[in-house]
C-alpha cells in the first residue's frame, strides 16, 4: 500500500471517530486539536488492541470509554470572573431586584466561573444555590482539588478578585477554596447534547450560564440545546451567552426566548409563549435600564472598565445584519464557523468552496488569506499555509492569529529562527491588541483570551511547550 492510500484511510477513520464525538457530544473538533485527539485515539486502540472497526464500535457502545475519548475533546479554558460586565450587570441591575437565585453553570469547566457567580451573589447578600457542570469529568475532579494556580487569573475580572478572600485563602494569582465554599456548589457532569435530566428541578433555574461553549457546536446543536435549557429555566430567567457567541444567535419563533440588552451587556430572557407571539417580529432586543446601588465592596474600577468594554463592543449593525448587502451573504463569524466544522470533518473542498463564495470586504482581505491559509495547513502543505498567513500579516500587521499561526508552523518544522520572529510579532501585536481592549480577533481563535495566546507566545520564545 502506498503512503499516500495509507493516509487516505487513516484520514476516513479519523473522520469517523471525530463524527461519533459529535454525534454523542455536540463538540466539533478545531483544527489545532484534532492531531492531539487522533493521536491519543490512537493510544488507546494500541492499550486495547483493536482495531479502528473495533474501536469505533467500542466508542458506540461503551459510555466509560466515550467518555474518556469526549474529555480529551473538550478544551478548557476559562478564569475568574471572566468577560467583567456581565458580573457589572449582575451587581448593578440584577441582584438588587433579586435576593434569591438558583444559578447554573452549565459548561463551568474547571469551575472557576461557578465560583465568581456565587463570590458575587453572597457579596450582594443574594441568597444563591449555585449549579456547576460540564461534559469533561477531568475538569470537574480538579474543583474538588480547591486549588487555583495563576492560570485562573487575568487582568479582566480584577477588580471583583477581592471577593474571593471570604471564600478561601486567597493571594495574588493564587486561591485555595475553602471545604465550606465547596460545599455550597452542587457538582455535576452533564452533557449538554444528550443529557435529558437536569441537575435541578425543571423550571427552577435563574440565571443560566452558557458560555464559550457555543464555538463547538454546530447551528443546529446550539438551537436543540437553547431549546432544551429553557426547560430548567422559570419564565424571565436569563441565559448568558460569551459576548463572542450572542451575535450568532437569532430567536427563532419556536424558541421561548427574546434577546434583551442593558447597555453593552445582552442576554436571552426566557418568555411565555404568549409574550412570544406578541413580541414585535422586527425588534432585536429590548433595553433594560441600567440600575445602580452600592455595596459595601470595592468595584469602583468596574464602571471604567463597562465603558471600555461597552465602547469596543459588537456594534448594533452586526448583531442584527442590517447591512445593505444580501442577506444571504453570512458574516465573517459564521464563515469561520462553517469553515472550522468542514476542516475538522476533513472536507477541504466544501472549505475551499465557501471561501470563494463568500464576497470579502476591502477591509476583510486578510480573513481570506487566513482562512486560506488554514485550509492548506490542513491539507499539510505546510509551505502554502505559511505563504497565506505572510501575506495575511503584511496585509494587516495587527492581525495576531496570521502571526501566531505561523509560530506554530515553523516550530512544527524545526524552523526555529522563523519560528522566534513569528512569535515576536505575535507577541508585540497582541500586547497593543489586550492594551487597547480590543475583541475583534477573538471569536476566530474558539474565544480564548489574547492573555492566553500570549503567555502561549513567550512560553515559546522561553522555550516551553
Known amino acids: ?36 485527539l487522533l493521536n491519543f485515539i490512537k493510544t488507546r486502540k494500541k492499550e486495547l488492541s483493536l482495531s479502528d472497526d473495533e474501536y469505533c464500535k467500542k466508542l458506540e457502545e461503551d459510555i466509560f470509554e466515550r467518555t474518556l475519548v469526549i474529555d480529551e475533546a473538550a478544551i478548557n479554558e476559562t478564569y475568574f470572573f471572566r468577560e467583567e460586565c456581565q458580573f457589572d450587570f449582575l451587581r448593578d441591575t440584577y441582584f438588587p431586584k433579586h435576593k434569591d437565585a438558583v444559578i447554573w453553570s452549565a459548561a463551568c469547566s474547571t469551575g472557576e466561573e461557578a465560583i465568581s457567580l456565587y463570590a458575587l451573589a453572597k457579596a450582594c447578600n443574594v441568597n444563591a444555590r449555585v449549579y456547576a457542570s460540564d461534559i469533561d469529568e477531568k475538569a470537574l475532579s480538579q474543583i474538588k482539588t480547591r486549588c487555583y494556580t495563576p492560570h485562573s487569573f487575568r487582568n479582566e475580572g480584577s477588580p471583583y478578585l477581592n471577593l474571593l478572600e471570604p471564600l478561601g485563602t486567597y493571594y495574588p494569582k493564587s486561591f485555595t477554596m475553602s471545604k465550606e465554599t465547596l460545599a455550597n456548589l452542587s457538582i455535576s ?39 432544551k ?16 457567541e450572542i451575535a450568532s444567535i437569532e430567536c427563532d419563533a419556536d424558541m421561548p426566548f427574546v434577546k434583551e440588552n442593558c447597555g453593552s451587556v445582552y442576554y436571552l430572557r426566557k418568555v411565555s409563549l404568549e409574550e412570544k407571539l406578541n413580541s414585535p417580529k422586527r425588534k432585536l432586543c429590548r433595553e433594560i435600564p441600567l440600575q445602580k446601588k452600592d455595596y459595601d465592596i470595592d468595584l469602583s474600577a468596574c464602571q471604567k472598565n463597562a465603558h471600555d468594554i461597552k465602547a469596543r463592543h459588537i456594534p448594533d449593525s452586526t448583531l442584527s445584519r442590517s447591512h445593505t448587502e444580501s442577506e444571504k451573504q453570512c458574516t465573517i463569524l459564521e464563515l469561520y464557523q462553517e469553515l472550522k466544522k ?30 486560506k491559509g488554514l485550509v492548506c495547513e490542513a491539507e499539510g502543505d505546510i509551505h502554502k ?11 494587516n500587521p495587527k492581525f495576531w492569529p496570521a502571526s501566531y499561526s505561523m509560530g506554530m508552523l515553523y516550530k512544527n518544522i524545526g524552523d526555529s529562527k522563523n519560528m522566534k520572529k513569528a512569535f515576536i510579532s505575535c507577541s508585540n501585536a497582541l500586547k497593543t491588541y ?9 471569536d476566530i481563535v474558539d474565544s480564548f483570551s489574547p492573555d492566553y495566546f500570549l503567555e502561549l507566545c513567550e512560553l515559546q520564545l522561553e522555550g516551553g511547550r
Not at 351 to 370: D, G, N, Q, T, V
Not at 434 to 442: K, R, T, V
Open 385 to 395: 499555509a505559511l505563504d497565506c498567513f505572510q501575506r495575511a500579516e503584511i496585509l
Open 229 to 244: 435549557m429553557a426547560k430548567a429555566m422559570k419564565v424571565n430567567a436569563l441565559l448568558f451567552l460569551s459576548i463572542n
Open 189 to 227: 457532569r452533564f452533557n449538554l447534547a444528550t443529557d435529558e435530566t437536569f441537575p435541578m428541578l425543571p423550571e427552577t433555574v435563574d440565571l443560566l450560564f452558557l458560555r464559550n461553549v457555543f464555538i463547538y457546536f454546530t447551528k443546529e446543536t446550539r438551537k436543540a440545546v437553547l431549546i
Open 342 to 371: 468542514a476542516i475538522t470533518l476533513n472536507q477541504t473542498e466544501h472549505a475551499r468552496e465557501l471561501i470563494s463564495s463568500h464576497k470579502f470586504k476591502p477591509l476583510e482581505m486578510e480573513h481570506e488569506l487566513y482562512m
Open 1 to 36: 500500500m502506498s503512503m499516500s492510500e495509507k493516509d487516505k484511510i487513516e484520514e476516513e477513520d479519523g473522520t469517523r471517530f471525530l463524527e461519533i464525538i459529535l454525534r454523542y457530544s455536540g463538540l466539533t473538533v478545531s483544527a489545532s486539536h484534532r492531531d492531539f
Open 434 to 442: 489586550i492594551q487597547n481592549h480590543e475583541i475583534c480577533y477573538n
